[in-house]
Nanobody, 121 residues
Framework: QVQLEESGGGLIQPGESLKLSCAAS????????MGWYRQAPDKQRELVAT???????NYADSVNGRFTISREDVKNKVFLQMNSVTSEATAVYYC???????????????WGQGTQVTVSS
């Protein structure tokens, strides 16, 4: 069983920075892509950023240039550095991991329980 645990959420003011962390307990499984999604009130869950195990990143247009995703493969951790946040960043942020197992390889998606980020003055 794979578990993802997010941390780092909280209340910040517009223009400030915040760093989210996610630790994956994957056992013997191999983790491919990791990332962050978010869900604001009354909206659907949306992509924020992803990063492959090769380091290739992908960002939502709304955060590109302000948010940075990174990972530590040895510790199965992924981070999201959020800079110059606006009220639009208010949401529950979910950690995501695509886990590979078996042969031939199969993939499963796993999600954390989410961490709340609130941007308010």
């Amino acid at each position: 069983q794979v578990q993802l645990e997010e941390s780092g959420g909280g209340l910040i003011q517009p223009g400030e920075s915040l760093k989210l962390s996610c630790a994956a307990s994957a056992g013997a499984f191999s983790i491919n892509t990791m990332g962050w999604y978010r869900q604001a009130p009354d909206k659907q869950r949306e992509l924020v950023a992803t990063i492959t195990n090769g380091g290739r990143t992908n960002y939502a247009d709304s955060v590109n240039g302000r948010f940075t995703i990174s990972r530590e493969d040895v510790k199965n951790k992924v981070f999201l550095q959020m800079n110059s946040v606006t009220s639009e960043a208010t949401a529950v942020y979910y950690c995501y991991a695509e886990v590979e197992y078996g042969w031939p390889p199969s993939q499963l998606d796993y999600w954390g329980q989410g961490t709340q980020v609130t941007v308010s003055s």
